[in-house]
Structure formats: structure tokens, C-alpha cells
Nanobody, 127 residues
Framework: HVQLVESGGGSVQAGGSLRLSCTAS????????MGWYRQAPGNECELVAT???????HYADSVKGRFTFTQDNAKNVAYLQMNSLKTEDTAMYYC??????????????????????WGQGTQVTVS
């Protein structure tokens, strides 16, 4: 059974840090491109960061320099380290894995059908 489970969300003050985790089961990270998406109420779904099978990362301009995407292949866990958090980072964060590239959508939940695996999301609130 292919599954992704996010954790690590919570409430933090502006300027603080959080580390999100995405734990995979049923498949191997090294065979998939990975992505973190987020969606805040009233906002469109945003692709925040990607980590491809070739090891290259890409970040949205809104988080560049503050967020870092890494993965531990031995543990099959991906991490999104978020520093210098801002109130505008408040959103539900989703982890995705697949081999067909990335897509955008107004609603993150609609992307679940595109990817091989999609997590249930973890809430991040910055005040």
C-alpha cells in the first residue's frame, strides 16, 4: 500500500521555525520526484518546494532562502525545514510523490489524482 504521512505542523510565532516530515511506505523515495504544496483558505494551491530524483531542489520565490527540502533515503522520510516563518506561510501543507512531473491547481486536493502518492496534509499556523 503506497502511502505518505505528513507530520510536524503546528502553531508558531512569526520568525520561528518548524520542520515538516513526510514518511513514505510502499515505495522508495529515490525512485520518485517529491514535492511540498500548500494551500491557505481563499488562496490557490502553491507548489512550495521540489526535490527530484537527480537530487536537485527548487523553491518558490515566496520561500526561497527560508525553506530547505531534504530527504533521508535510508529512513524513507522527506523533510521541509521552515525558518523565518511569516504569517503568510500559514496553510495546510501536503507532501506529494510521483514520476510525471508537477502540476498546478487551484485546489491542492485535486492534485492527489496526478501523483503516485499524496499525503493527508499537516496544518501550519504562524501568528
Amino acid at each position: 500500500h503506497v502511502q505518505l504521512v505528513e507530520s510536524g505542523g503546528g502553531s508558531v510565532q512569526a520568525g520561528g521555525s518548524l520542520r515538516l516530515s513526510c514518511t513514505a511506505s510502499g515505495f522508495t523515495f529515490r525512485d520518485s520526484d517529491m514535492g511540498w504544496y500548500r494551500q491557505a483558505p481563499g488562496n490557490e494551491c502553491e507548489l512550495v518546494a521540489t526535490l527530484n530524483v537527480d537530487g536537485k531542489t527548487h523553491y518558490a520565490d515566496s520561500v526561497k532562502g527560508r525553506f530547505t527540502f531534504t530527504q533521508d533515503n535510508a529512513k524513507n522520510v522527506a523533510y521541509l525545514q521552515m525558518n523565518s516563518l511569516k504569517t503568510e506561510d500559514t496553510a495546510m501543507y501536503y507532501c506529494a510523490a510521483g514520476r510525471r512531473g508537477y502540476r498546478n491547481s487551484g485546489y491542492c486536493i485535486l492534485l492527489a489524482q496526478w501523483f503516485d502518492s499524496w499525503g493527508q496534509g499537516t496544518q501550519v499556523t504562524v501568528s
